[in-house]
C-alpha cells in the first residue's frame, strides 16, 4: 500500500531533550515536506525537500532541523525542544508531475513539557 | 509572494442546504490549486485538483483566474461533510515552485 509513515504517534517530552520524528514513503516521490498544525493557524510548513541531499526551510524553520540522505526517508529533528513546539505534526510527499498533490502522514502528536 | 486566504474559519449550515467554502489566492504565474479535507482526528486527504475538474463526494471547484479565486462548493451538504478544509497552492513546477502553500482552513459543520 503506498503511504506516507510517521513515527511515533504520540510523544510526551521535556523540556531540552533532543528528538527526532520519523517520517519514511514508499512511492518513491521526489518531494518531502514537515508541517505542524495549530489551532487558528492551520498547516505552516518547517522545511521541505525537493529531492536527496536538498532542503530548505519553510515558513517556521526555527528550532527544527532535517535531512535528505535517502529518498524514502525525511526525519524531523528537534535538537533542543521547548514548548512552543507542542503541536500536532505532519510529513507528506508528492511526485513531481502536474496535478499531483501531497499524501500525508497520520501525524505525530507531540508535547513538550 | 503566493498566499492562500480562507476567509472564513467556521461555516456551520444545515443538512441539505447548499455550502460554499471560499479560497482566493495570490500568485504571479499559473498556479496549481487544491482542496483536502481533514475529518476528526484523521490524516489530511486531498479532496480536488483543478487540473482534472473531476467532482469528488459532490464537491466541485472551479479555479476562476480573473478574480483568483477556487471555491468549493457542493449543492445538497451532509451530516458527513462535516470537517476542516483547506485549500492549497503550488506554482509551476521546477525547484521550489513546486511546494503546497496551505490556506488556515475552513471548519465546515453541517447540523441536522
Known amino acids: 500500500e503506498a503511504q506516507v509513515t510517521q513515527n511515533p504517534r504520540y510523544l510526551i517530552t521535556v523540556t531540552g531533550k533532543k528528538l527526532t520524528v520519523t517520517c519514511s514513503q514508499n512511492?518513491?516521490?521526489?518531494?518531502m515536506s514537515w508541517y505542524r498544525q495549530d489551532p487558528g493557524l492551520g498547516l505552516r510548513q518547517i522545511y521541505y525537500?525537493?529531492?536527496?541531499?536538498?532542503?530548505d526551510k519553510g515558513d517556521v524553520p526555527e528550532g527544527y532541523k532535517v535531512s535528505r540522505k535517502e529518498k524514502r526517508n525525511f526525519p524531523l529533528i528537534l535538537e533542543s525542544p521547548s514548548p512552543n513546539q507542542t503541536s500536532l505534526y505532519f510529513c507528506?510527499?508528492?511526485?513531481?508531475?502536474?496535478?499531483?498533490?501531497?499524501?500525508f502522514g497520520s501525524g505525530t502528536r507531540l508535547t513538550v513539557v | 509572494a503566493q498566499r492562500v486566504t480562507q476567509p472564513e474559519k467556521l461555516l456551520s449550515v444545515f443538512k441539505g442546504a447548499p455550502v460554499e467554502l471560499k479560497c482566493n489566492y495570490s500568485?504571479?504565474?499559473?498556479?496549481?490549486l487544491f482542496w483536502y479535507v481533514q475529518y476528526s482526528r484523521q490524516r489530511l486527504q486531498l479532496l480536488l485538483r483543478?487540473?482534472s475538474r473531476e467532482s469528488i463526494k459532490g464537491f466541485t471547484a472551479d479555479l476562476n483566474k480573473g478574480e483568483t479565486s477556487f471555491h468549493l462548493k457542493k449543492p445538497f451538504a451532509q451530516e458527513e461533510d462535516s470537517a476542516m478544509y483547506y485549500c492549497?497552492?503550488?506554482?509551476?513546477?521546477?525547484?521550489?515552485?513546486?511546494?503546497?502553500?496551505f490556506g488556515k482552513g475552513t471548519k465546515l459543520s453541517v447540523k441536522p
Open positions: 483543478h487540473i
Open positions: 507528506a510527499s508528492r511526485q513531481t508531475g502536474q496535478g499531483n498533490g501531497y499524501t
Open positions: 525537500s525537493m529531492n536527496v541531499e536538498v532542503t
Open positions: 500568485y504571479s504565474g499559473s498556479p496549481e
Open positions: 492549497a497552492l503550488s506554482g509551476n513546477y521546477g525547484g521550489s515552485q513546486g511546494n503546497l502553500i
Open positions: 512511492m518513491n516521490h521526489e518531494y
